[in-house]
């Protein structure tokens, strides 16, 4: 848990994932099995360190929030001071979403990571989720109530065009969500694809022509 005292925000990290993509250099760990360790040191960490202020924000991370259950993720939104202003955000994996699970998730804020629309790039990069996927959580998400839905973006991944990019991005807007966020891919020495480099990446010229067009 990270925490702000003096901005009165907090993020807090949950470490796991049910495979970690090719890309990621984040602690984050395949092993579900030690979920509920986890939890309870966190708990326990919560307890010692907050001292019950009113919080602006509250940020779940990962790894991947949403393998916990409804309940695991409410009990710990619980242990803090907010109210209807406090902006709470769950970083979530499209691939496990449903409208059951987002109606009883007592958060305001959804982070989905997307990366891109296209298929075989995101299987090239060991992401679980097709498009499909992420389509249709955005839409169990609007169906839900929610009307703060971020996308995550990477640009400079394998195969990846400014075509295909520019593309990516009219897709996320045509969806009707509220906040879009590109990375630029880096290959970071504790990340699968540090020692097995991927084929075909854009060169810096091309991560800046994408990085242009985005702003454009």
């Known amino acids: 848990m990270y925490y702000n005292k003096r901005m009165k925000n907090v993020y807090v990290h949950i470490p796991f994932c049910k495979s970690k993509c090719k890309y990621c250099s984040f602690v984050s760990f395949p092993k579900l099995e030690l979920k509920e360790t986890y939890l309870q040191a966190l708990e326990t960490e919560i307890s010692s360190r907050y001292n019950g202020e009113k919080l602006n924000t509250l940020y779940f991370g990962g790894g991947t929030p949403s393998v916990l259950t409804n309940n695991e993720l409410n009990r710990l939104i619980s242990f803090f001071n907010i109210d209807e202003n406090t902006e709470v955000t769950a970083e979530l994996n499209p691939e496990t979403i449903t409208k059951s699970y987002l109606e009883q998730l007592n958060v305001n ?55 295909g990019f520019k593309q990516d991005l009219e897709h996320a807007v045509s969806l009707g969500v509220q906040h879009i966020s590109l990375y630029g891919l880096k290959i970071d020495e504790d990340c699968y694809f540090y020692k097995n480099l991927p084929e075909n990446l854009p060169d810096e010229d091309m991560q800046a022509d994408m990085y242009l067009a985005a702003i454009e």
Do not use: M, W
């Open 109 to 163: 804020r959804l982070s989905f990571g997307c990366q891109t629309f296209d298929d075989k790039i995101l299987k090239l990069i060991g992401r679980r989720h097709s498009a499909k996927d992420v389509e249709n959580a955005v839409k169990f998400a609007q169906k839900a109530g929610f009307n703060n839905i971020s996308l995550d973006f990477i640009y400079g991944l394998p195969s990846q065009t400014l075509k």
